[in-house]
C-alpha cells in the first residue's frame, strides 16, 4: 500500500531519482528553462523550489545544505548570486511549467520549465498593461468622434446646395 507516499517515483530507484532531479536542477539553474517531461518537471518543480528559498537567505548553513542536494559549485554560486537576487522579493512559485506537446518517439507529453523572474519577454508583455476603465455611460470622448460625423455630411452639402443656388 502506499499510504501518505506522496511524491512520484518516476519509475526510479532512490539514488537514481535523487541523482536525476539533482542534474535537472542543476541544468535548470545554469540555463534558467529546460525541456523536458510533464512528470519530470512536477518532481523537479518539488526539488528545486525549496532550494531557491533556501539561497534567499545567504550563511553558510544554507550553501552547506544546497551543496548537499546539487553536489555542484557552479550551481550553488549561481543560486546564492543571480537567482537569488532576482526572487529577493517572490514569496514562492519560482518555476513555471509550460507544455508543448507530446514526444514524437513514444508520445510522451513533453514542457519547457523555467525560472519565473527570467524570462524577459513575458516580463516585457506583463509591463506595459493598460488600467482598464468600466463606464457604463457614454464617455465624451466615444460622443465627440460621433458628432464629428455627424456634421461633416451637412458641411458637404452646403457647398454643394450653394453651387446649385448659383446655376
Request: net charge positive; with cysteine.
Amino acid at each position: 500500500m502506499r499510504h501518505n507516499k506522496k511524491f512520484n517515483h518516476l519509475s526510479r530507484k532512490k539514488g537514481h531519482r535523487e541523482a536525476l532531479l539533482s542534474n535537472l536542477a542543476i541544468a535548470l539553474i545554469q540555463h534558467k528553462r529546460i525541456f523536458t517531461t510533464v512528470a519530470k518537471a512536477k518532481a523537479l518543480r518539488v526539488f528545486a523550489e525549496p532550494l531557491i528559498t533556501r539561497s534567499k537567505k545567504d550563511d553558510m548553513a544554507n550553501r552547506r545544505l544546497v551543496f548537499s542536494y546539487l553536489q555542484n559549485k557552479d550551481a550553488v554560486k549561481e543560486l546564492f548570486g543571480v537567482i537569488a537576487e532576482k526572487v529577493a522579493d517572490r514569496p514562492g512559485g519560482y518555476l513555471r511549467i509550460i507544455k508543448t506537446g507530446h514526444r514524437l518517439g513514444d508520445n510522451a507529453e513533453m514542457c519547457m520549465i523555467e525560472l519565473v523572474d527570467f524570462n524577459e519577454n513575458m516580463l516585457e508583455a506583463a509591463a506595459p498593461k493598460k488600467a482598464k476603465t468600466t463606464r457604463r455611460s457614454r464617455s465624451k470622448k466615444a460622443a465627440a468622434p460621433a458628432e464629428a460625423a455627424a456634421e461633416a455630411p451637412k458641411a458637404e452639402e452646403t457647398p454643394a446646395a450653394e453651387e446649385a443656388k448659383a446655376e
